[in-house]
């Protein structure tokens, strides 16, 4: 009798942690981000993944445990924002998110960029990223924020649109509205512990 209650113990704690791994990364994907930006889409999850980021020198793939993409617009029609949702395993998460810094230090050298890496406190989370130095290209800016102790990396791709279609006309503008969304991106974060 013992040895079935430890198994069915055993058991629950696995289904409990499993759930509340999966909750973690999926919250990101229902938060609410205010009246400004709205998720329109939730792809995943996927599994045992890797992507490439471009170092100096090359590139190196970021491998990928479990992952989200999150599709966000601005004022409900304007593509914003392309996310990244991601547990790196645990053995390869530091590694990650080293190469994952270095891959900002790369863009940041870029002439079409600004020529270094932010990093800016929002309610209590850490984001680092790269902007273009003027409004043109596909992405205006790179963004991510890391939790260390989940070994979970949140990667932000941040649209450009077509002048006729964007709600912003100049970069100062662009920017005001990214700070925007970082601060409503961090509301959903707070819960968790950051760095």
Not at 11 to 25: E, H
Not at 38 to 65: C, L, R, Y
């Amino acid at each position: 009798m013992t040895k079935l209650k430890l198994l069915l113990f055993t058991l629950v704690s696995v289904a409990t942690w499993c759930s509340a791994q999966d909750s973690n990364l999926k919250r990101f994907t229902t938060c609410n981000l205010g009246p400004d930006f709205q998720i329109v889409q939730a792809d995943g999850p996927v599994s045992d993944i890797a992507w490439p980021a471009p170092i100096k020198g090359g590139e190196v793939s970021i491998p990928v445990e479990e992952g989200y993409r999150v599709l966000v617009t601005y004022r409900e029609d304007e593509p914003f924002g392309n996310l990244k949702v991601e547990r790196i395993p645990k053995k390869q998460y530091p590694d990650a998110r080293i190469n994952l810094l270095s891959s900002f230090d790369f863009l940041s050298s870029e002439p079409s960029m600004d020529a270094k890496v932010r990093s800016q406190k929002i309610n209590g989370v850490t984001f680092y990223g790269v902007d273009r130095a003027k409004l043109a290209g596909g992405v205006l800016s790179v963004y991510a924020l890391f939790q260390d102790d989940q070994s979970v990396i949140v990667s932000m791709y941040l649209l450009n649109a077509e002048p006729a279609e964007r709600k912003f006309n100049t970069l100062a503008e662009y920017k005001t509205i990214r700070d925007e969304f970082l601060n409503a991106f961090s509301k959903c974060v707070v819960p968790a512990k950051s760095h």
